[in-house]
Nanobody
Framework: VQLQASGGGLVQPGGSLRLDCAAS????????MGWFRQAPGKEREFVAS????????YYADSVKGRLTISRDNAKNTVYLQMSSLKSEDTAVYYC????????????????WGQGTLVTVSS
């Protein structure tokens, strides 16, 4: 199983960025997908998740209204559209595949990508 995250980079406060996570080696359409992030010196935290069929999405309170998770099962890819970015969004972002219902705890995920760094700074 491979989860390849991409799209990270340097963006100014208030800017936008889209993260992609391409999956291979698993039945993508059977898995809930999640995004987590880890800032320097902090624990990994939940950002967003989406059920196996895209029917339901879940967000951390800190990102509601600014980040949007979506998926394309035909392309085995999950996306995280990020807008109105703040300095506190700076972190390494990880995509993960897990329970079909798309949990919010990292223990509910079986496979993890390598992470992509997002830096929000002027």
């Amino acid at each position: 199983v491979q989860l390849q995250a991409s799209g990270g980079g340097l963006v100014q406060p208030g800017g936008s960025l889209r993260l992609d996570c391409a999956a291979s080696g698993l039945s993508f359409g059977s898995y809930g997908m999640g995004w987590f992030r880890q800032a320097p010196g902090k624990e990994r935290e939940f950002v967003a998740s989406i059920r196996w069929n895209g029917g339901s999405t879940y967000y951390a309170d800190s990102v509601k209204g600014r980040l949007t998770i979506s998926r394309d099962n035909a392309k085995n890819t999950v996306y995280l559209q990020m807008s109105s970015l703040k300095s506190e969004d700076t972190a390494v972002y990880y995509c993960a595949a897990g329970r079909a219902y798309a949990g919010i705890r990292y223990r509910e995920y079986d496979y993890w990508g390598q992470g992509t760094l997002v830096t929000v700074s002027s």
